[in-house]
């Protein structure tokens, strides 16, 4: 079992970020998907998106939120996630919309989920990033775009 017992930061901090994307690159960041309410608690036990079971025992200097890192070395990281996170789901309109939808996401390391020929964005950060990335698609009648904030 994996100790957490301390928050080194947000996923978004300039000091952090590098070194999170280089370790996405490799497939060597767990996310500990936990719900809004399960955010307030300083100990918990769960498994990661790689089977990570993992102990979560934080000190009263730290709170938990989506993004929070609370293990991050050369090998790998551990970043919690709410699944509480308002989504954006888009509908391509044909093969090639959904190639270049799979692409921006793909390139924007966007979280995501698939419903039939539907893509679920877990919206992470900023609302208007991504808008301004899907826009463009929509705009051109290439794809449908519908919020959906509660989360799953």
């Known amino acids: 079992m994996l100790l957490l017992d301390r928050v080194l930061g947000s996923e978004d901090d300039p000091a952090l970020a590098d070194r999170l994307h280089a370790l996405e690159h490799r497939g060597a960041v767990e996310y500990v998907w ?44 551990v970043v919690i996630r709410s699944t509480d996170l308002p989504r954006l789901e888009v509908t391509p309109c044909d093969a090639a919309a959904a190639l270049e939808l799979g692409y921006l996401a793909g390139n924007m390391h966007w979280k995501v989920e698939f419903d039939g020929p539907r893509l679920s964005i877990l919206v992470a950060g900023e609302r208007a990033d991504y808008l301004s990335r899907l826009m463009p698609l929509v705009d051109q009648g290439r794809a449908r775009l519908m919020e959906a904030g509660d989360g799953r």
């Open 34 to 77: 936990l719900q809004g309410a399960d955010l307030q608690r300083r100990r918990i036990r769960a498994r990661s998106s790689a089977g990570t079971e993992c102990a979560i025992a934080l000190g009263r200097e730290d709170s938990l939120a989506s993004g929070a890192v609370l293990l991050l070395d050369e090998h790998r990281a």
